[in-house]
């Protein structure tokens, strides 16, 4: 069993034996039978999206299709009934946008012949409505309602024998953000892919080559891989790979070797991906650490900015989306307490819109564990563009938003598979401590022997963090209490408010059940209204300089009738007399509690959320990579 899983009952023991798109593309050519090497690669892609599925198989007549709606399961039925041996073919999970849930809109898609050409996309064509209603006075024939199919009908116009050339000459048509993989029948051993602001990457083997939108597609195959730049048109065959810029080739990047395992893509034993990321977290942060503190000095160089641009700074601006938007807004307490800088997190979908000022004085940090999020990417973006110095932070190398940066720092997590976010947090927050810590030594803002003590400290986090996992707690009971209450509030303050919104967001994100979050200081400026009896009011109520009025507010909540759970800190038996359940979190100083205190949120929303029978790691309407607006 693994660590902690005997101190829970029911399925927390091991198994045995986002208007947005986020579709998963998988392509192989090479000497082997492609279609098992696409259903697996498939199968490691169906997070990013799950509506429908398909394959295109490129046989001596034409090209074949096997299409089906629903998960990845009722697609590997259908396959079943097609004996293709061929070494050739496109596979493609889809996350609807335009067009309904149906066979007809599940990629490959297809032109008027539907036997020569195909291809699969992930992303958006925002301008196709005009593209489709010269393409339908040109007499193409549309079989779907995607904005996709748009692409298959510029291919055949332009096509004319050279499938590599068609597509650099449809890319320049299109507007939005995409990554389109075509095949040919009358190129056998051929795929052609290009990306403008979305996933693309391709993995290199020997006699063969993968064309995916994620590594996870390939992992087990080769850990090779090459990211292509927007608008560089990949040709792949077996035995080679050739990039294309406005038709003209040019020299490929270097390849770069991927160090995770392929056990890393697997569920090691947990019975969800989520459950195991969860488990992972005191790795995910101990790696985020590492050797960026050797003893008690940090290093962390790769900021982008010299040190008198550092001491010159007057503002940090955080963009992000959803739970890294959270980590931000931890980011700006601890940054503000340490670093003595004004710090404003903000939701980049709405600071694009809101004509932010900036000048070179501010610098703008974007968070996004996959690197493209749209709405942060395109925050970064407008904050370069505007002379502000920007900085990334992001789970995986080469992605967009290290393109639109001046520096990247990389949480170090591995991949996570579940759709909602667990170890990406805590690594987020751990390196946005590290980074507080940074700025406060440059800036002269902290003495060093407190910078060291925080050091230690931080160093001891993973090790407290698995004590918290192997620990004994009433999670199990309190969830069997209220799995099937129709609503939870949140609350916090100060470090603990955004711990609050991020359990709530976790709550929300996988059982479905209403739930809101507050600053506890402002419960009674309406949500205090919602509380009735048995209402259960989740409360972070750790040891810091505000515990006092955070058990005032506790005291209003059950004055209402409402069933408290507190997040609390160990030795503190104070909070037995306020909270109905209690459940502890080792010590730790204030500005480093938010990844032991939301540990204990993230396993009530996923015990309460299996005891309702739901699928955590694809909750409904939600996808991991949110790559368009």
């Not at 960026?292 to 982008?304: Q, T």
């Not at 040190?307 to 931890?330: D, F, K, M, P, S």
Request: some cysteine; proline content about 4%; aromatic content about 6%.
């Amino acid at each position: 069993m693994k660590p902690g899983f005997s101190r829970f009952q029911g399925e927390f023991s091991a198994a045995e034996g986002k208007e947005r798109n986020v579709c998963g593309i998988i392509g192989y050519v090479g000497s082997r039978e492609a279609k098992p090497l696409l259903l697996d690669g498939l199968r490691r892609l169906e997070y990013r999206g799950y509506d429908s599925a398909g394959l295109a198989l490129r046989e001596d007549a034409e090209l074949e299709y096997v299409r089906a709606v629903g998960n990845l399961d009722n697609l590997v039925a259908a396959a079943q009934s097609n004996g293709s041996r061929t070494h050739h073919g496109l596979g493609h999970t889809r996350w609807a946008t335009h067009g309904g849930v149906t066979e007809r809109n599940a990629h490959p898609l297809t032109g008027c012949d539907p036997g020569r050409l195909a291809i699969v996309l992930n992303g958006i064509v925002e301008n196709y409505m005009e593209l489709r209603e010269q393409l339908t006075e040109a007499g193409h024939t549309f079989t779907s309602e995607t904005d996709a199919e748009v692409v298959v009908h510029l291919l055949e116009q332009s096509y004319d024998g050279d499938l590599t050339q068609a597509l650099a000459r449809v890319y320049p048509q299109l507007e939005g953000h995409f990554s389109i993989v075509a095949i040919h029948h009358d190129h056998p051993d051929l795929l052609v892919g290009v990306r403008n602001q979305t996933p693309l990457v391709v993995g290199l083997g020997e006699g063969e080559n993968f064309l995916a939108s994620s590594i996870a597609a390939f992992l087990s195959e080769t850990r090779t891989v090459l990211h292509p730049g927007d608008g560089e048109v990949i040709e792949l065959t077996p035995a080679s790979v050739r990039v294309f810029v406005d038709g003209t080739e040019v020299e490929m990047s270097a390849p770069q070797e991927i160090d995770w395992d392929e056990e890393s893509a697997e569920k090691s034993g947990f019975e969800t991906f989520m459950l195991k990321e969860i488990f992972e977290q005191p790795e995910a942060v101990a790696e985020t650490i590492g050797d960026r503190v050797r003893g008690h000095k940090l290093m962390l160089d790769a900021l982008g900015m010299t040190e008198t641009e550092v001491q010159n700074l007057r503002r940090i601006v955080i963009v992000a989306a959803g739970t890294a938007y959270h980590a931000g807004v931890v980011g700006r307490y601890i940054i503000e307490e340490w670093a003595r800088l004004p710090v404003e997190p903000d939701i980049a979908s709405e600071w694009i819109y809101r004509n932010p000022v900036l000048s070179k004085d501010t610098l703008v940090i974007g968070i996004s564990q996959s690197g493209e999020t749209r709405d942060t990417v395109n925050a970064v973006k407008l904050a370069r563009e505007h002379g502000a110095r920007t900085l990334g932070i992001t789970n995986l190398m080469g992605t967009q938003i290290t393109r639109e940066v001046d520096a990247t720092l990389y949480t170090r997590c591995g991949m996570e598979v579940g759709v909602a976010a667990s170890k990406t947090f805590t690594a987020q927050v751990a390196l946005l401590s590290l980074l507080a810590l940074k700025l406060a030594e440059i800036r002269h803002t902290l003495p060093q022997e407190e910078i060291e003590f925080i050091l230690d400290r931080l160093h001891e986090l993973p090790e407290k963090m698995q004590e918290f996992l192997d620990g004994d707690h009433p999670i199990e009971s309190i969830a069997q209490r209220f799995y099937d209450k129709p609503f939870f509030l949140y609350l916090g303050r100060h470090i603990g408010l955004p711990v609050a919104l991020e359990g709530a967001l976790k709550l929300k994100e996988i059982s479905y059940i209403p739930t809101d979050a507050y600053s506890a200081g402002e419960m009674k400026h309406g949500p205090i209204a919602l509380l009735e009896e048995g209402t259960p009011v989740v409360v972070v109520a750790t040891n810091i300089h505000v515990y006092d009025k955070i058990v005032s507010n506790i005291q209003e909540t059950r004055a209402r009738g409402a069933h408290v759970i507190a997040i609390a800190t160990d030795g503190n038996e104070d909070i037995q007399h306020h909270a109905d359940d209690v459940i502890y979190v080792p010590r730790t100083p204030n500005f480093l509690q938010a990844p032991l205190a939301v540990m204990p949120l993230q396993l009530l929303a996923y015990r309460i959320a299996r005891l309702r029978g739901l699928n955590v790691d694809q909750p409904r309407n939600l996808a991991k990579t949110v790559t368009v607006e």
